[in-house]
């Protein structure tokens, strides 16, 4: 049986669970800023939707106990790569160096009418 958590903040928009454990690592689904409870419009501002998106996602680490040291992969995608340097500045608060490692890619559009979306692989007892 797969050892999951999840978040009481952040809501899914589909049939998955927020984060998997698989043993060593742990897998977080992505997270806009739609997937909170509580979802306010954000359209526009992707320096709040990146910030919610990790506000859902920190919540779920929470929940696995586990923290930022802890992630070794991040996926970002964004709607337009014009909000590439928005979403750079809050994701840079939000881990300690050595940063872990990153792939943003721009796609057509993402669930929920969301600019950005964040997803997240954590190690075990880094």
């Keep these: ?8 903040t952040a809501d899914a928009s589909g049939p998955y669970s927020h984060a998997v454990d698989s043993g060593d690592y742990v897998f977080f689904s992505g997270q806009t800023a739609k997937n909170t409870v509580t979802a306010e419009d954000m359209t526009g501002d992707i320096t709040a939707q990146t910030k919610q998106c990790f506000i859902n996602l920190f919540s779920v680490m ?3 106990e586990i923290t930022s040291d802890d992630v070794v992969k991040v ?4 709607t ?3 909000h590439f340097d928005e979403m750079n500045q809050v994701y840079v608060t939000k881990f300690n160096e050595p940063f872990p490692a990153r792939t943003c890619v721009a796609v057509h559009e993402l669930p929920l009418g969301a600019e950005v979306e964040i997803e ?7």
Excluded at 1 to 7: G, L, P, T
Excluded at 75 to 78: D, F, W
Excluded at 120 to 126: E, S, T, V, Y
């Design 80 to 82: 337009t790569m014009k």
């Design 75 to 78: 996926n970002v995608y964004l």
């Design 1 to 8: 049986m797969r050892k999951v958590y999840d978040a009481k």
């Design 120 to 126: 997240m692989i954590a190690k075990i007892n880094l």
């Design 62 to 64: 929470e929940d696995a």
